[in-house]
């Protein structure tokens, strides 16, 4: 890529008035800044996706990449973000095929391989262990790293770890863009993902499953829950699937051998589904 260019404004409070314990107080809080971001691909639209206005550039590589429009970062020619303007305008090197429909991904819908990419046809294979004590104190670095949640308590972070620490971070109003963040993140850093661990403050559906499987991480975990589609898919997959992680809890959905044998986990690794 030759050019990167990344302009971007403050953080925004509002003020309120909180009830607690019967008595009324004025306050000035920070907000979960919400934005509108069109992206524009060799001069034509291609979407609009109602986000947070942080790692616009790392979300922007992401989502061209979760839609197959680029396999890495050398794909794009020039890269220009302006939050001001609201626009992200790529030049990709080599010439792809744009629908005319407009479309609009708002920061709770599926945001994921919408342009008709396929699904790869990939089984997770990876000798990736860990214990449930590592996973439980991931999931503190990843919440104790998530500066915009503790500000505000209104955005989602998912992190890409190693047994050890915190890799790659997107924090967003929308799980899917977290994700999109934390892939454009690894592109540019050349991060790579695979036998990896991914962890989320957010649900985990099929389309977060599926980009999952395309980057070849082996392990998911999260404070929520996996939807019922999310869990077959990892299962048939290869995945682990973990989710609401709460202090010293969990729940093994798929794919438990991963998690390094002792007396808790002796059931997990008798059972590979």
């Not at 790692?55 to 020619?77: M, R």
């Not at 019922?228 to 989710?243: C, H, K, M, Q, Y």
Request: net charge neutral; proline share 3%; glycine share 8%.
């Amino acid at each position: 890529m030759d050019k990167i260019l990344v302009l971007s404004s403050e953080k925004k409070t509002s003020g309120c008035y909180r009830l607690a314990e019967g008595r009324w107080t004025e306050q000035k809080l920070s907000l979960p800044e919400e934005m509108p971001l069109t992206i524009f691909v060799n001069g034509h639209e291609l979407v609009t996706i109602l986000c947070s206005p942080s790692s616009l550039n790392f979300l922007v590589i992401g989502y061209l990449f979760s839609e197959g429009l680029i396999k890495a970062v050398n794909d794009i020619d020039i890269l220009r973000v302006c939050e001001s303007s609201r626009l992200a305008d790529v030049r990709l090197k080599n010439e792809v095929t744009i629908s005319t429909e407009k479309r609009i991904l708002t920061s709770g819908c599926g945001g994921g391989m919408s342009l008709g990419t396929a699904m790869p046809k990939i089984i997770i294979c990876s000798d990736l262990k860990i214990t449930p004590a590592r996973i439980f104190d991931l999931i503190r670095q990843m919440v104790k790293s998530g500066s915009a949640y503790r500000l505000t308590g209104g955005v989602h972070t998912t992190v890409l770890c190693d047994h050890d620490v915190i890799l790659a971070m997107g924090e967003d109003i929308g799980r899917h863009n977290t994700l999109d963040k934390v892939i454009g993140n690894c592109m540019m850093c050349e991060i790579n993902p695979k036998d990896k661990i991914l962890m989320t403050t957010g649900r985990i559906a099929s389309e977060i499953l599926k980009k999952v499987v395309m980057l070849e991480v082996p392990m998911v975990v999260s404070l929520s829950s996996p939807t019922d589609e999310a869990v077959n898919l990892a299962r048939s997959l290869g995945v682990t699937l973990i989710g609401y992680v709460r202090g010293q809890n969990m729940t093994v959905y798929a794919n438990g051998q991963r998690l390094e044998a002792g007396q808790e986990t002796e059931i997990l690794c008798a059972s590979k589904g």
